[in-house]
């Protein structure tokens, strides 16, 4: 498996999913030797103006003793992205979205491809303890990937 430096997950709006995988795998890396070399960080496509977090993906990072990198999204920019990047959406619209926009030499995958799997990630909606039942889903997921990334040579 190529090496990279960074990884970006990126969502739509960079509001939920994306803001949880990236501490999801920040919380990972950092328990694994090495990890820290890994820059993780979290992009979105359409971040007209800087938004605040979903709270209830706040809520739930928390209780499980994670935290966002930031408080408002963050919009996906060229100079985000090189060779030694991979970038991870939540769904394959986003995946092309990323491509068609930036021709990027960055390597670009959907979380459910990158891991063997098909679909989507669809944003959560509704109770907390729906969000709850997505993180879970997205946890195995992000830890699937990082398993993937980060094993030990």
Same mark, same amino acid.
């Given at each position: 498996?190529?090496?990279?430096?960074?990884?970006?997950?990126?969502?739509?709006?960079?509001?939920?999913?994306?803001?949880?995988?990236?501490?999801?795998m920040n919380g990972v890396k950092n328990t694994l030797k090495g990890g820290g070399a890994l820059e993780v960080?979290?992009?979105?496509?359409?971040?007209?103006?800087?938004?605040?977090?979903?709270?209830?993906?706040?809520?739930?990072?928390?209780?499980?003793?994670?935290?966002? +990198?930031? *408080? $408002?999204? /963050?919009?996906? %920019?060229?100079? =985000? &992205?090189?060779?030694?990047?991979?970038?991870?959406?939540?769904?394959?619209?986003?995946?092309?979205?990323?491509?068609?926009?930036?021709?990027?030499?960055?390597?670009?995958?959907?979380?459910?491809?990158?891991?063997?799997?098909?679909?989507?990630?669809?944003?959560?909606?509704?109770? +907390?303890? *729906? $969000?709850? /039942?997505?993180? %879970?889903?997205? =946890? &195995?997921l992000v830890k699937m990937v990082a398993q993937a990334i980060l094993k030990e040579e």
């Amino acid at each position: 498996m190529k090496k990279y430096k960074k990884i970006i997950f990126v969502c739509t709006e960079n509001t939920c999913r994306s803001v949880m995988a990236e501490a999801i795998m920040n919380g990972v890396k950092n328990t694994l030797k090495g990890g820290g070399a890994l820059e993780v960080i979290s992009r979105g496509l359409v971040v007209l103006f800087p938004e605040p977090m979903n709270p209830k993906a706040v809520a739930i990072l928390k209780s499980r003793g994670l935290e966002p +990198l930031h *408080e $408002y999204s /963050m919009a996906l %920019e060229p100079e =985000d &992205l090189d060779s030694e990047t991979l970038v991870i959406t939540m769904t394959e619209a986003e995946c092309l979205s990323v491509a068609e926009r930036f021709g990027t030499e960055a390597d670009i995958t959907t979380i459910r491809r990158f891991v063997g799997q098909k679909g989507d990630v669809e944003e959560p909606h509704g109770s +907390l303890s *729906e $969000y709850g /039942m997505f993180f %879970e889903h997205l =946890d &195995l997921l992000v830890k699937m990937v990082a398993q993937a990334i980060l094993k030990e040579e």
